[in-house]
């Protein structure tokens, strides 16, 4: 039988110039297998690189986005709180400690006086219209009532007697001490009304239908004058309010606002002393041409009448920003 020829062999031979043949080459007088361990441990070396490089890349990536998450955060929370303040600020509220309510009145341009509704209802005395521009203010949606009125000040000096009647027999010092004490026990800022706020909220402020009365057309709906009063006053808010939902600016009780009359030269001045101030609304007793949104009277500021009271008004302390 013939004998079988030995293979010899071949060794695997790389050009020197390829880029792994230190890697991969065989030394002289060594076997390929203890190159092994050395290529598994330069490739895990790397690849650790890799990952150690990758970890610290999405680390420094998450710390620059977190300030700028959080600073984004705060700004669009201090947006939130501004809104939320705004929104506040222009929506009517209660005063909790004495019941009274507040409308809110976005300010804005009107014309003031004997208007083109008004027609031939103007007295004499009535100005001519002319342009007033009014900020945001609030005011009672009713007349004080004696109810609110002895919870402040200990007394009525009301002719009619009823808790949720207007008080009158009021003079404007009577309705100043008023103020004073509710201030006092609210730590709030209220105020008589000014006059050309006084007829900016009667005639509805921005949203002005350019009724001849405070809300409609009809005196009977929104007043108590002297056509359905039976010589009386009748509680507050039982008429129709107004765009703005404020009640009885027309007819009830006439109501004081801060202005002095002096600075009118209009109606003839009123007996008593002086100084005297403005009057507005008309009242239980006045024809239906006294309760117009453009009607006004004075009276001196020491005198008390069956047919005068008043309503509250409040600067709006919160702005846009």
């Not at 290529?39 to 990952?51: E, K, S, V």
């Not at 680390?59 to 201090?78: V, Y």
């Not at 009830?252 to 030269?265: A, F, K, M, R, T």
Request: net charge neutral; aromatic share 12%.
């Amino acid at each position: 039988m013939p004998e079988k020829k030995k293979r010899s062999k071949k060794k695997l031979k790389i050009p020197p110039a390829h880029p792994l043949a230190p890697v991969f080459a065989p030394a002289a007088g060594k076997t390929k297998k203890k190159r092994t361990p050395i290529l598994f441990a330069f490739l895990a070396g790397a690849a650790a690189l890799l990952i150690l490089f990758w970890l610290i890349g999405k680390f420094a990536e998450s710390e620059n986005k977190q300030p700028l998450s959080q600073s984004n955060e705060s700004k669009a929370e201090t947006r939130r709180e501004s809104e939320e303040r705004v929104s506040a600020a222009e929506a009517d509220f209660l005063e909790s400690q004495y019941g009274i309510d507040m409308a809110y009145v976005r300010g804005g341009t009107f014309m003031m006086g004997c208007t083109q509704e008004q027609e031939s209802d103007c007295y004499d005395y009535e100005k001519q219209a002319r342009q007033v521009t009014v900020s945001d203010f609030y005011i009672g949606k009713y007349e004080v009532t004696q109810a609110q009125w002895k919870a402040v000040m200990e007394n009525n000096p009301s002719h009619f007697k009823g808790d949720n009647l207007p008080v009158e027999n009021i003079s404007w010092d009577d309705a100043q001490e008023f103020i004073k004490k509710l201030n006092a026990a609210t730590g709030m800022g209220y105020r008589l009304p000014t006059e050309a706020e006084w007829e900016y909220a009667a005639r509805g402020g921005g949203q002005s239908r350019g009724y001849k009365y405070s809300g409609s057309d009809d005196a009977g709906e929104v007043a108590w004058y002297e056509g359905n009063s039976e010589n009386s006053t009748h509680p507050v808010g039982t008429k129709k309010g107004n765009e703005l939902g404020i009640h009885d600016m027309s007819g009830n009780v006439w109501e004081w606002v801060s202005d002095l009359y002096e600075n009118h030269g209009g109606a003839q001045q009123a007996d008593g002393e002086g100084p005297f101030h403005v009057i507005r609304g008309g009242g239980w007793g006045s024809y239906a041409r006294g309760v117009r949104v453009s009607n006004y009277y004075n009276n001196g500021a020491g005198n008390r009448y069956r047919i005068l009271g008043f309503r509250i008004a409040l600067n709006s302390v919160v702005s846009e920003q």
